[in-house]
């Protein structure tokens, strides 16, 4: 193994791709900081017990595919396989609940960690910008929630990904339906894990993506069956809602989530340009979470988008960002003194808030020109020894590709000037 060599399933940004991936965390997170949520930090590493608890014993994430880690004092750290549980967690121990002002919306940026088998759109280490919703039970939230991750999409440009929707009934009634659902799958030809997997979380049963399990539950008992009227009530409204604001959505009854925490809303946004990794992002509700962390009872809503994903849907359809120059100006020495000079010129520049950049090194003329077009830069100043003589630097448009003499004490003023 080469030493320069990121390790297994991660990979790094780099110039210029690691410019998108800003974009889209940008572009993710711009709607819900105009919509009243506020940005939250957590630690990268947690308690083991906090997922074990909070993301549920029985889920792949916690049984297979969380970082475990043993403190030199003998803590049981987990780095972060998810943003829910910390988030929540973060609020509770802040009392953000206790100020009166319900629900506590959230947002967050930041890195995620499991233990998978790496693969295209499939990362061990992978980044997510998230929304949670704290406190309140009101369909109003769950289309908020799913009306601004569908506004992010559209803003960044993508057009082929699709909203699946569902309810996963609430502890009225999923039970029930969880019963029956056991009762039907007990009579499959399922193979060992597949079993074991009926008896702790049948609803994952239904997720099973190989063909064979799925031709066995076509006639499986449906979720939608068995919603109590509130739970239905509560789904037609947040249908209602985000139809009323022209999001387009698909009902899903097969869908559900890899946690054990969700209730009710539930819903997947996917890609179809990325293959067999095409969930871009998904959330829904979590009503029962808290007391299962051991808070008190906070109905809650939230989502957490890929932003690995979302890029590699924007390649997929092949939209390109429009990303601004990070270069305004271009600054090119010929010669020690010009070096100084024009060094000082592009100081006054970046005080003022225009982004400059110099040819270091003192490359000649030709190479610096190279790496001033590269540099996406819309002018460039070039001073030799005969400018300097005359008290003037030459102002090239990168553009028009237009030349002029400026005095050096207006330089400044006149770049200003030039790019508003
Ligand atoms: P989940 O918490 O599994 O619902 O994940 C939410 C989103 O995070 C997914 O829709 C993906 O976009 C992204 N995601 C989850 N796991 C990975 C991973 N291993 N690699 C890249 N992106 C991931």
């Not at 991660?10 to 110039?15: A, G, I, K, S, W």
């Not at 002002?101 to 693969?119: A, D, F, I």
């Not at 994903?309 to 429009?322: F, H, I, K, P």
């Not at 002018?379 to 448009?397: F, I, M, N, P, S």
Request: hydrophobic share 40%.
């Amino acid at each position: 193994m080469s030493t320069f060599q990121a390790p297994k399933g991660t990979y790094d940004l780099t110039p210029p791709r690691s410019a998108t991936f800003l974009a889209v965390r940008e572009a993710i997170s711009a709607p819900l900081r105009d919509s009243g949520y506020g940005y939250i930090e957590t630690p990268g590493f947690e308690n083991v017990e906090l997922f074990a608890r909070g993301v549920g014993e029985s889920t792949d994430i916690v049984t297979k595919e969380m970082y475990t880690l043993t403190t030199k004092g003998g803590d049981q750290l987990a780095l972060r396989p998810e943003g829910t549980a910390s988030v929540l967690r973060a609020a509770l121990e802040a009392n953000l609940h206790k100020a009166g002002n319900l629900p506590v919306k959230l947002w967050y940026s930041g890195s995620y960690y499991r233990y998978e088998r790496p693969q295209a759109g499939r990362y061990r280490h992978f980044s997510q910008v998230g929304a949670e919703a704290i406190g309140t039970e009101d369909p109003v939230l769950d289309a908020e929630l799913i009306i601004l991750a569908d506004q992010a999409y559209r803003s960044l440009g993508l057009r082929q990904f699709r909203i699946l929707l569902n309810s996963l009934g609430d502890k009225e009634c999923r039970p029930v339906y969880r019963e029956a659902l056991q009762t039907f799958l007990r009579d499959l030809d399922l193979d060992e894990e597949t079993r074991r997997r009926i008896e702790i979380n049948p609803l994952r049963v239904l997720d099973d993506k190989r063909s064979d399990v799925q031709k066995q539950l076509t006639d499986a008992p449906k979720l939608r069956d068995y919603l109590c009227d509130a739970c239905k009530a509560y789904h037609e409204e947040v249908r209602a809602l985000i139809t009323a604001a022209g999001v387009v959505f698909e009902d899903d009854e097969k869908l559900v989530r890899g946690l054990d925490y969700y209730t009710r809303t539930t819903f997947e946004f996917v890609h179809d340009g990325l293959g067999s990794q095409s969930a871009v992002g998904g959330g829904g509700r979590y009503d029962g979470l808290s007391e299962m962390i051991g808070g008190p009872e906070l109905p809650s809503v939230g989502w957490a988008l890929g932003v690995d994903r979302t890029v590699l849907a924007l390649e997929a359809e092949g939209v390109e960002l429009d990303l601004p120059a990070t270069t305004s100006v271009y600054a090119v020495p010929l010669g020690e003194e010009a070096r100084r000079v024009l060094f000082g010129v592009v100081t006054e520049l970046r005080r003022a808030g225009i982004a400059a950049d110099f040819a270091f090194g003192g490359r000649g003329l030709k190479g610096a020109m190279k790496s001033a077009n590269r540099s996406g830069a819309r002018y460039t100043l070039v001073a030799g020894e005969r400018d300097l003589a005359e008290g003037v630097v030459q102002l090239k448009d990168m553009e028009s590709g237009e030349q002029t003499a400026v005095p050096l004490t207006e330089a400044a003023a006149e770049l200003a000037k030039r790019l508003g």
